[in-house]
């Protein structure tokens, strides 16, 4: 079993629970232990000169155990054979989670916890710890009552041909092995741009020629990964259309996203790019977003 755990932060909400489920699948494919952490931070109150602070903290933290035994009797149901530790932290969600994941493999988490108001796509913390966090980042948005957690499907990455992407490459590989699933490798190539004369107009580029040096690119990117993990069936797409569109529609039938936290468009110094941003709040199946080194 390795040391390094897989870390779920748990806060009550159904999107929590289900995101616990995921990891403790996880850390059995991984022969990782499972970290399940819940922050507590207690709210600064005024009270009356004839009570005690732990009168109004007590009840406050017989909740946070609860809510955290809630979580750990989740995993153990759900994976019998994981180690299980726990851990209720006096602090903020957003930094917990962040310094879990300098010593984790991967954090897990709800795409919203109980703060999030109704129609809300993705809450602060999961936006904050995918930016900030030093480990991938995996956001459960499915397993609640509108859309089922999915168990089949290819594994999805996009691939833009930046340095960057070549974590994400790398974690998508490993995933499709240990999930035994088809890895679907998606290009776009809309926003790249084309080689031709300043101010030619668009319908003097031969397009078809430009389809096939992306699908050569692709091609020459997924050459030494796919001699590193043969066991791992490819399926290679290349669509001229936007990156977060066609990883969106992709995902409708996918089990597992796997996205770079920024692409070529990003500029020095940025954190989160557009598309990882856009897919924290819509993608309909498990995402994980990896950070390039």
């Known amino acids: 079993m390795s040391d390094t755990p897989v870390v779920v932060g748990v806060d009550g909400s159904a999107f929590a629970l289900t995101a616990t489920e995921w990891a403790a699948d996880e850390a059995a494919r991984r022969g990782a232990r499972l970290h399940i952490v819940h922050a507590n931070l207690w709210p600064t109150v005024r009270m009356p000169a004839a009570h005690s602070p732990i009168e109004f903290q007590q009840p406050l933290l017989e909740h946070s155990q609860q809510l955290l035994k809630v ?13 299980i530790t726990s851990a209720l932290v006096g602090t903020v969600p957003l930094d917990l989670l962040i310094a879990e994941s300098r010593h984790a493999q991967l954090v897990v988490l709800g795409a919203r916890g109980l703060g999030g108001f ?10 904050g710890v995918v930016t900030h966090a030093r480990c991938p980042v995996a956001v459960i948005r499915a397993g609640t009552a509108d859309a089922a957690l999915p168990t089949d499907g ?70 030494g990964w796919q001699q590193e993990y043969p066991d791992v069936k490819v399926v290679r797409r290349v669509t001229r259309d936007r990156p977060v569109r066609s990883l969106l529609e992709a995902a409708g039938t996918a089990q597992l996203v796997v996205a770079g936290s920024r692409g070529r468009g990003g500029f020095a110094g940025m954190l989160l790019g557009s598309t990882s941003h856009a897919l924290i709040h819509h993608c309909p199946c498990p995402l994980v977003v990896v950070r390039d080194a």
């Open 71 to 83: 979580a750990v009797n989740t995993a153990e149901a759900r994976q019998p054979g994981v180690a």
């Open 118 to 127: 109704a129609g809300l796509l993705a809450g602060s913390v999961a936006v």
């Open 154 to 223: 290819p594994v999805v990455v996009g691939v833009d041909g930046s340095p960057g992407s070549t974590p994400a490459l790398r974690y998508a590989f490993e995933a499709a092995s240990r999930l035994d699933a088809t890895l679907c490798a998606l290009h776009t190539w809309s926003d790249v741009a084309v080689d031709a004369p300043l101010g030619d107009p668009a319908w003097m580029i031969d397009w078809d020629r430009v389809q096939e040096d992306e699908e050569r690119l692709l091609a020459e990117r997924l050459a």
